[in-house]
């Protein structure tokens, strides 16, 4: 009977995907309904904006403090569901504010915890799936698919119950996300288990000085860029779009497609991620990025718009996934959170960069502010290629 119910438990690799599904859901239902609600609580736009950019400051100060703290703990688990459980209640307070500064506080600590273990989770995940012989692209596209859902899901709920629906679902989504990151496993390999780096003879850094080299950091400088362009896409795409014409009912749907694009190369990865250098496919990436935002930017029609929607998958979801995989190839276990939280910074650093950048050109010049965020993915490119002139991939 015991071995029956031991083939029955889960495997450590379906409780963290089932905890990836779970993850990205509240953020889909916020995306999706967030500023209506402020706006009808009386928040102006111009609250609204703070409401979104405090969170990603406060975090900023937090990343590598938590990614060092991560590292230095047992396992990276503790960590995660701390930060979790901490996400899950705290959003309750939601029912009890609906004036600018009480929103903002709430908000923020909703937001911190999640921000401060996305890295921890991705380089957990990464390392067990490596120990494991997982995919963690498989794994990791589950998180897309939860947003993606709740991201669509939302609008219905809200037009079938009403506005009064949002906070109730976030907190609902919340909660199950705490609750399912109880049964997450342990990610660290065991003291006696040999990891895959020490059975394979491949040489890793054990602190961040080892890393701290420009062929190292040039790479995920370059990508946070490429990463920064995207964020001009998710905070003024729409807006650009329904000024050209196009409907929010075709809007809603070329947003899908960068979504279902991104999961579709996640859940592929393994089939073609092994055969190509992290870094070539973030160079890939880089490039596609530079030709995307370059036909964006002569505001082509929705039949082009959907095919260069479809490209999200290479220009973003290679991209990251190259980067995660070039951090594990070059790291161990002692500093994976700690240089994953490095490289989450970088992005929130360019996001910042990008989002209030991009602000000021976009009422200048509407759509052909997408040139010049061509122009910055093509400088994320040479940061790319530069890196791999100075370092030659590893063998294998």
């Known amino acids: 009977m015991s071995r029956a119910l031991t083939l029955s438990q889960p495997t450590p690799t379906t409780r963290a995907t089932l905890f990836y599904l779970t993850f990205y859901m509240a953020p889909g239902a916020s995306v999706m309904f967030l500023p209506i609600w402020l706006s009808e609580k009386g928040i102006t736009p111009e609250q609204i904006g703070i409401i979104n950019a405090v969170p990603i400051f406060v975090i900023l100060l937090f990343n590598l403090f938590i990614g060092r703290i991560a590292d230095r703990a047992s396992d990276w688990r503790q960590v995660i569901v701390i930060g979790a459980l901490i996400a899950g209640i705290v959003p309750i307070g939601l029912f009890f504010v609906s004036e600018f500064w009480g929103v903002l506080l709430l908000w923020t600590l ?202 999200h998958g290479i220009t973003f979801a290679l991209g990251f996934m190259g980067c995660v995989h070039f951090i594990a190839n070059w790291t161990d276990e002692g500093i994976a959170a700690e240089t994953q939280s490095l490289f989450v910074v970088g992005q929130q650093i360019f996001s910042i960069i990008a989002v209030t950048g991009f602000g000021a050109l976009v009422p200048l010049l509407g759509a052909q502010a997408y040139f010049v965020a061509s122009a910055f993915a093509l400088v994320g490119a040479f940061c790319i290629w530069l890196s791999l002139r100075m370092q030659p991939p590893k063998a294998g």
């Not at 498989?138 to 698919?145: E, N, Q, S």
């Not at 939860?146 to 976030?170: C, D, E, I, K, R």
Request: glycine fraction near 10%; proline fraction near 5%.
């Open 110 to 311: 909703t937001v911190l915890p999640i921000g401060a273990i996305t890295p921890v989770l991705d380089a957990a995940v990464m390392r067990l799936a490596t120990r494991t012989g997982g995919d963690y692209g498989f794994i990791r596209a589950f998180g897309t698919v939860g947003y993606m859902v709740f991201n669509g899901l939302t609008g219905f709920l809200v037009v079938w119950y009403g506005p009064a629906v949002f906070v109730p679902l976030f907190v609902g989504l919340a909660l199950l996300r705490a609750l399912v990151s109880l049964q997450l496993p342990a990610f660290r390999a065991p003291a006696e288990e040999p990891t895959v780096a020490a059975v394979t003879g491949k040489v890793t850094a054990s602190s961040l000085r080892e890393i701290a080299k420009p062929w190292f950091i040039l790479p995920l400088f370059g990508f946070c860029m490429i990463f920064g362009t995207h964020l001009v896409l998710n905070a003024f795409g729409s807006l650009l779009w329904k000024e050209q014409g196009i409907s929010e009912a075709v809007i809603g749907p070329l947003i899908a497609i960068g979504a279902f694009s991104e999961a579709f190369v996640m859940f592929v990865w393994r089939r073609f991620g092994g055969r190509v250098t992290a870094r070539n496919l973030i160079l890939v990436s880089a490039l596609a990025s530079v030709l995307r935002w370059l036909a964006m930017g002569f505001a082509p029609d929705v039949a082009w718009l959907l095919l260069l929607q479809a490209t």
